[in-house]
């Protein structure tokens, strides 16, 4: 076997994630702000008063600088799988490419389409016809995303394909495993929503500057009004999501769980940790005299009830999970990594085989040897055991700071409905609602580092590790286009806060008499 | 008849744009970087051939790799 430079590995991981951290800056303000118009309009329609018209179209104006920013960074994500990751596109782009095709043709189009009569639309169509624009905009935004959420869905937990050793593909078998699994819709639903959540509290923010600064205050209580109800509601939402995502997790990733959980011994009637502190340098491949937390505050068997909604349910630890031997749901019991590492070995070994076979007898062996072992591929590429834990203190972190702040928006929204009166008096509140704007982002990236960080080594849960998914590029090539892209996003990033805190700084024309 | 009217909508809208102008000079120039520049220099065609051929080089790859220390 040829050795990859494991910086490659790195660098490639790097850059795609850099990619994917960039882009997932504008969409899920594009989810959020979306709706928050949408509604704003609807109001305008339902109400007649030129007051919501003009608030809808300052959100509107943001909407789209946000929009135009954003347009064009998932492009370059498309373009490194082809360059990167052609092992992984070759090896599994029969099912992958659907839904990014579907995206592309349908969803994409749709919202191109709407876009233009939402922009250039005003007092050209009637009133209903504009709010239907606008409405079918944020859901062809919203479509757009369900099906990029299906593709990485699918990463998580492959189904529905059939492994065709003669073109070393996999094809798809089952469209609506793939597309309607419960992993895809728990993880549109959970990622749509918390989206909203984003989008909220953007327009909190804003309308709260507005007061500090005494401006457009008519507009800036109206836009706290409605976006602290949808907010509300979308982050009960997101947590009512989250708790269906995590008992997903633990049926098909449970190594992302219990590294989340920073569970290294797991067991029976488990507690989910509520506040913890890793101790930090420990190896969490390895057995170690000390505790491998430093500080562990649980809810009593709360990881049980979430991960398998029983009181006494097992939820597996790291250490389980490398030396099997526990029942699993489906009452078999689990293998260890080892275990799956030679199966996997076997797996590759009998592709190579069957690829060599010049005779039908040896062909029908190496098949045979392939589909036994085919579940266990992936396995196949790593060195050790170890190599299946992902970096724990990232998961851990990132998951406490995603829900810590996911129930702080909670409190925020309900907050601001029960004092809305008193909001204009006190600044101290304003000031901490316009700080809470870069907190929607921290949470909704923390979530995306559980949700990637949490399921390394895989490209493809148990099928295809990063170390077998990548290019063969020189790693310099890989280092050149990380700093170009780091430099470029940047910049992107800069022009689109310069060109919206102008925006903002001009604010709505609400305050105006109506033409 | 209908086409002339979506074209004058479009035309119309694309005159009346403030904003918009600024931000569809960043697309464009976005988009410039990334087709002509990017993918010239930066993006390799790493498969190359036909299906078969492209097939075989993964499955090369597939059969051959191994984690590097």
């Known amino acids: ?515 | 008849m209908i086409l002339k009217r979506i074209a004058r909508f479009y035309i119309e809208g694309f005159r009346g744009m403030t904003l918009g102008r600024t931000l569809w000079c960043i697309i464009l120039i976005k988009l410039f970087i990334m087709f002509a520049v990017l993918k010239a220099f930066f993006f390799p065609a790493y498969l190359k051939g036909d299906s078969a051929e492209k097939g075989e080089a993964v499955s090369t790859e597939l059969t051959e790799r191994k984690a590097g220390e």
Not at chain 1, 17 to 26: G, N, R, S
Not at chain 1, 127 to 156: F, Y
Not at chain 1, 276 to 292: H, S, Y
Not at chain 1, 463 to 482: H, W, Y
């Open chain 1, 1 to 515: 076997m040829e050795a990859i430079d494991a910086s490659l590995v790195d660098w490639s991981r790097a850059q795609f994630a850099l990619t994917a951290m960039y882009h997932w800056l504008f969409v899920p303000l594009t989810l959020g702000l979306g709706v928050v118009m949408a509604i704003m309009e609807t109001l305008y329609v339902r109400t007649g008063r030129e007051f919501w018209k003009q608030t809808a179209k300052f959100w509107m104006k943001l909407f789209g600088i946000n929009f135009a920013m954003g347009v064009a960074t998932g492009i370059i994500l498309e373009f490194e799988f082809g360059t990167n990751w052609s092992n992984y596109s070759w090896f599994v782009g029969d099912i992958f490419g659907a839904p990014l095709a579907i995206e592309g043709i349908l969803a994409f189009f749709m919202e191109s389409t709407f876009i233009a009569v939402m922009y250039f639309g005003w007092n050209k169509v009637s009133k209903r016809a504009h709010l239907a624009s606008t409405w079918l905009t944020i859901i062809g935004a919203t479509i757009s995303a369900w099906w990029i959420l299906v593709a990485n869905a699918w990463m998580q937990h492959p189904v529905g394909m059939e492994f065709n050793p003669d073109t070393v593909r996999n094809e798809m078998v089952d469209f609506v495993a793939v597309a309607f699994n419960g992993g895809a819709v728990v993880k549109f639903c959970h990622t749509v929503v918390s989206s909203w959540v984003l989008g909220c509290v953007f327009v909190v923010g804003v309308s709260c500057w507005y007061l500090l600064r005494g401006r457009h205050k008519e507009f800036a209580h109206a836009s706290i009004r409605v976006a602290a109800w949808f907010g509300l509601v979308a982050s009960l939402l997101t947590a009512y999501t989250g708790h269906h995502s995590g008992r997903i997790i633990a049926e098909q990733q449970p190594m992302k769980l219990a590294a989340a959980e920073g569970l290294y011994e797991g067991g029976t009637q488990q507690g989910l940790v509520m506040a913890g502190v890793l101790r930090p340098g420990v190896d969490w491949a390895a057995p170690t005299e000390e505790d491998k937390m430093l500080l562990n505050i649980e809810m009593p068997y709360a990881l049980s009830v979430l991960a398998t909604h029983k009181v006494d349910g097992y939820v597996p630890g790291i250490r389980n999970i490398l030396e099997g031997g526990y029942p699993l749901p489906d009452g078999s019991v689990a293998l260890s990594a080892e275990e799956k590492m030679l199966r996997g070995r076997k797996a590759i070994e009998a592709l190579g085989e069957y690829r060599d076979a010049e005779d039908a007898e040896d062909k029908a062996a190496a098949l045979k040897a392939l589909r036994e072992n085919f579940a266990y591929f992936g396995y196949g590429y790593l060195k050790s055991p170890a190599d299946l834990v992902p970096p724990v203190p990232l998961t851990f972190y990132s998951f406490r700071i995603m829900v810590i702040l996911g129930g702080y928006f909670i409190v925020l929204f309900a907050g601001l409905l029960v004092l809305r009166q008193h909001v204009e008096r006190w600044r101290l509140v304003q000031w901490g609602v316009v700080l809470t704007i870069p907190l929607a982002w921290l949470a909704s990236q923390a979530g995306w580092v559980v949700a990637e960080v949490g399921r390394q080594p895989w490209a493809i849960q148990g099928l295809l590790p990063n170390v077998a998914a990548i290019s063969r590029l020189e790693t310099g090539a890989v280092q050149t286009t990380f700093f170009i892209f780091l430099f470029l996003f940047t910049l992107l990033l800069v022009a689109e806060l310069g060109i919206m805190g102008k925006a903002i700084a001009t604010g709505p024309e609400t305050d105006k008499p109506a033409a």
